[in-house]
T-cell receptor, first 115, second 112 residues
Framework: SAVISQKPSRDICQRGTSLTIQCQVD?????MFWYRQQPGQSLTLIAT?????????ESGFVIDKFPISRPNLTFSTLTVSNMSPEDSSIYLC????????????FGEGSRLTVL | GENVEQHPSTLSVQEGDSAVIKCTYS??????FPWYKQELGKGPQLIID?????GEKKDQRIAVTLNKTAKHFSLHITETQPEDSAVYFCAASMRGAQKLVFGQGTRLTINP
């Protein structure tokens, strides 16, 4: 299993500002995933972050809006840039379990409210 | 791309009764089907998964069935307990943990 810590757990932000979410894992992992969960909605994959390379973004998500850093095998950040109320969501960091099990482990999420 | 539909969106059952949540997927190449439970204020947690070479899998009170021909899979919870109250998500993927596509979620409420 993996223990994932996210900061901040929640924040209230002003329109037009940017916020960086940090994700720390208790073990080294190759891939980290960032998901968005809009209020009462499902989880949508934003991007996959590999250490030492550019993140791979899913359709509908762009690097200018959601820049990601992956400086080492235990840490990643997601920035939500130039925020609008539509960005109010829970942002979740996740990693895949070892051994090719396919299991995803999630952090507890960062709940952002944009006013 | 893959599309996963989940029903119902809300489900209320009496404690001790069974609950069934159903999902359909669109891409016949998908071969991994996990179910996640999300409690209030927490991240989703895997409760059971099934791969396309198996038709049914059971873990104590929880079971998952898969019909590849019809492209649907279901979660069955028996002898429900209050702690089963949560939001449940199904998902599908052809690449394991990568590119998981989630269903819309089912809010399950167990009434005492």
């Amino acid at each position: 299993s993996a223990v994932i810590s996210q900061k901040p757990s929640r924040d209230i932000c002003q329109r037009g500002t940017s916020l960086t979410i940090q994700c720390q894992v208790d073990s080294q992992v190759t891939m980290m995933f960032w998901y968005r969960q809009q209020p009462g909605q499902s989880l949508t994959l934003i991007a996959t972050a590999n250490q030492g390379s550019e993140a791979t973004y899913e359709s509908g998500f762009v690097i200018d809006k959601f820049p990601i850093s992956r400086p080492n095998l235990t840490f990643s950040t997601l920035t939500v840039s130039n925020m609008s109320p539509e960005d109010s969501s829970i942002y979740l960091c996740s990693v895949a379990g070892g051994g090719g099990t396919g299991e995803l482990f999630f952090g507890e999420g960062s709940r952002l409210t944009v006013l | 791309g893959e599309n996963v539909e989940q029903h119902p969106s809300t489900l209320s059952v009496q404690e001790g009764d069974s609950a069934v949540i159903k999902c359909t997927y669109s891409d016949s190449a998908s071969n991994y089907f996990p179910w996640y439970k999300q409690e209030l204020g927490k991240g989703p947690q895997l409760i059971i998964d099934i791969r396309s070479n198996v038709g049914e899998k059971k873990d104590q009170r929880i079971a998952v069935t898969l019909n590849k021909t019809a492209k649907h899979f279901s979660l069955h919870i028996t002898e429900t307990q209050p702690e089963d109250s949560a939001v449940y998500f199904c998902a599908a993927s052809m690449r394991g943990a990568q590119k998981l596509v989630f269903g819309q979620g089912t809010r399950l409420t167990i009434n005492p």
